[in-house]
Structures are given as C-alpha cells and as structure tokens.
C-alpha cells in the first residue's frame, strides 16, 4: 500500500490549508529493496546517512540500503537524550543530503533531531509499527534531563517493510491496537469540546483520526477471531494516526482524556507509585475508564451546572507532592473559564448523542480481554480503589477540554 498524502492537503472546508511535509508513506512487503526507488520518488537524492542500533541493524527482514555512512549505535541503554544525539552528530563523516533511521521511536528520534539540527530532510524506516509517532512532526526526547514533546521535522517519507515489521512481539502489536481504539474517546473529546466552547475543528482531520479507527477496530476484531495480524492496515492505521498530528501540529484528534493516564504512569503522583505499562496498554485502560465514565454521564437526560472553581491547591498538593508549581501552572489558564455553563447545558442532548457512538465499557473490555491486551488499572500496578479519582487526576495534569475536564461544572 502506498498513501499519497496529497490528498489530505491543500485549502479545507474547516478554513485552512493544509500542509504535510511527508509526501510518501509506503507499507509493503520488500518495499527496503525498492528503497532507492522511493528516494527518487520524493526528489531525496546525494549522500545519505543512516542510522540503525546493534538491533535493527543485523534485524532478519532488514535489506540494508546502500548509504553514505552507516552509523550504528549500540542498542544497550540507548535512549533518546539531545546530549546521545549530539555525541552521534560528531560520527557524521560529511553533512548528508539527508537521514535515514532505521528502528523504533528512540532511533527516530536520533534521526529526526539531527536532521532538524542540519537543516536538511529525514527518512523514516519502522521496525515495528506499535506506534503512530513515525509520521508525526513531534520528538519526545530528554533535554537538561526533563524529558519534552518538541516540535520537529517530520519524515519526507516513511518506508515500512512488512517483512520487517510483521515479526514484532504480539504483545506490541496488541498495545499498537489500544493505542488507536483509544479514539473513540479522544474524537468525542475533540467533538465535545468544540460544540461547548467552539473550539477550532477540522472535519477532514476528524475523518482521518475516524478511519484509523474504523480500520483497527476491524483488526482488533480478526484477532478477537485468533486470526494473524494484519500488518499493512495495521501500519497503515498508524500512519494515518500520525499524519493528522503533523496536520494539525498537536495530538487533539489522536490523544483525548484517557491518554493522560499514559503519562501519569510516568509520573507517577499519589497511588501511581508502582505504575507500569507501554504507552499502548496505559491508554487502553485510559480508554475503557472514560467510557465508563462517558456512558454514566449520558444516562443523565439533562444536567446541572455549577460556576467554574479554580483547582484545589491542597488537592493537588495531596496528589502531586513535588509537582504541584507544575500542575498549577498548567492550570492557571484553565480552559474551563471559557465555557459558558447555560450552553453547556444545552449542548447536553448533541453531547449524549456523542457518547453514544462510544461502545460501552463492556464491550472494550471484553474486546481487550480476548485479544490478550491489558484493560484494568491492576494489570497496570494501579490501586484499583482510585477507581474514577483517575480521571480526576488525569484532567489536572493537563489543560486540554475534555469531557472529564467538564465535569467540574456539572452538578453530581
Ligand atoms: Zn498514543
Ligand atoms: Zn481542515
């Protein structure tokens, strides 16, 4: 399968138009072999540098492409930090034309910052595909030892080759799926928070983020049936994933109320203490919560609203301890104050009716439990009496409108 992104740019009914610096997203079986070809395809052409670790590169599947420089990094310990990629830059024989990394998110990384640095394009070669970050334009790295989403190149082209991605770990593959069904929330979010406040929305992004969805719950599904994964839809969902990221330079049609548990498993604040998980099983416990949470709401016919109240700083305090200044800052605009409760309650009925395309928390978990994947807070090392405090603490730890957000200004 080959996606012409071309499709998805250009001037939209939202008002705007639309950019994506990736041109060319192949996923096929051999499509390394062709690897030249490609290069051509996206006008990439002169001295290339590429950049694999110990893992990826002796990987079976892997046809190496013929390249300026190799540099491979050893594997053990590699993570992504701006002094690690740094030190690499210091190996670059000559500036290349351009960069090719080949592996998971940390090789991106590398990839993507040092070709950010130089100013010059970057290739992305997936080793695994249990993420939808390849296509994206941001790169979570560690700076001055705080780890940062920052703004940065997206790849020119993303070269997967099934024969490479399709021998990873099920269990990868199965948080990859998580990962996505998560959308189910994070659209309504997205919905939700644009009726309420008017919030800027994008129907076409929407349609995008909506077929990623509809392709891996089909996938979710052929594994429910034990059969063998489908890896082109299931790449190909993830790049779609990515590429409204890069669209829309923020996570708001991918990432919604129940991806905030993902971080505060590395957060961890008051009850979080053993938390554990990949980002994928971490959202997917995130998702079946909200829809609990959502599915309870709706049952409500009509709703009563309260003022708008600052969050509780000893609340915090209790909760966060040391990270209290920072999730008081990240409050201190809070955007509830922009939401004028009479409309929220009459948006109540359009809301219920969002809620309703959301499948009950049921049937995720029964989803999940058949496909081997993670959907408790226990499988996660969470004490399962924080119960819907979770999505308390989530909401806090970033400004974002989002159905669990709203519910400060709902009358229980
Ligand atoms: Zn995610
Ligand atoms: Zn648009």
């Not at 199965?174 to 644009?194: M, N, P, R, T």
């Not at 109320?257 to 008051?270: D, F, G, S, Y």
């Not at 971490?282 to 969050?311: Q, S």
């Amino acid at each position: 399968m080959i996606l012409d992104t071309s499709k998805y740019t250009g001037l939209c009914e939202c008002g705007r138009t639309h950019e994506l610096r990736t041109k060319l997203v192949v996923c096929e079986a051999g499509a390394l072999q062709k690897f030249d070809k490609y290069m051509q395809d996206c006008g990439l052409s002169g001295f290339s540098t590429i950049i694999y670790d110990t893992n990826t590169y002796n990987l079976p599947g892997v046809t190496r492409p013929a390249a300026g420089q190799e540099i491979v990094l050893d594997a053990a310990g590699l993570h992504s930090e701006k002094g690690l990629i740094e030190n690499m830059m210091k190996d670059f024989v000559r500036k290349p034309d351009y960069v090719v990394a080949v592996g998971g998110g940390t090789i991106m990384d590398f990839g993507r910052y040092s070709a950010y640095q130089l100013g010059i394009p970057f290739v992305a070669v997936p080793t695994i595909v249990s993420s939808d970050g390849f296509t994206a334009n941001i790169c979570s790295i560690i700076i001055d030892g705080q780890k940062k989403s920052i703004p940065m190149l997206a790849p020119d082209a993303v070269i997967c080759d099934l024969n490479v991605v399709s021998s990873a770990p099920e269990f990868l593959t199965v948080a990859g799926v998580q990962d996505i069904l998560a959308k189910y929330i994070s659209i309504a979010d997205w919905k939700i928070a644009s009726l309420v406040t008017g919030e800027y929305f994008c129907p076409r992004v929407c349609a995008m983020a909506q077929e990623a969805l509809d392709i891996m719950a089909g996938c979710a599904e052929e594994l429910r049936r034990g059969e063998k994964p489908d890896h082109e839809r299931l790449a190909y969902a993830q790049m779609l994933s990515g590429l409204t990221m890069q669209i829309l330079s923020n996570s708001r049609a991918a990432s919604g109320a129940e991806h905030l548990i993902a971080h505060l498993v590395e957060m961890k604040p008051r009850g979080f203490e053993n938390a554990h998980g990949l980002h994928g099983e971490c959202v997917g416990v995130g998702t079946v919560i909200c829809a609990e949470e959502y599915h309870r709401l709706a049952m409500n016919e009509t709703i009563e609203t309260k003022p708008f109240e600052p969050l509780d700083r000893q609340w915090v305090e209790y909760v966060f301890g040391s990270m209290t200044d920072g999730i008081m800052k990240e409050n201190e605009n809070d955007v509830l104050m922009t939401v004028d409760t009479e409309k929220l309650r009459n948006c109540w009925p359009e809301i219920r009716r969002i809620i309703s395309e959301i499948p009950s928390a049921d049937e995720i978990r029964t989803l999940f439990k058949e496909i081997g994947a993670k959907y408790t807070l226990s499988d996660l090392g969470i004490d399962e009496s924080l119960g819907r405090e979770v999505l308390k603490i989530s909401a806090a730890i970033r400004n974002r409108m989002t159905l669990c957000r709203l519910e400060r200004l709902i009358v229980e």
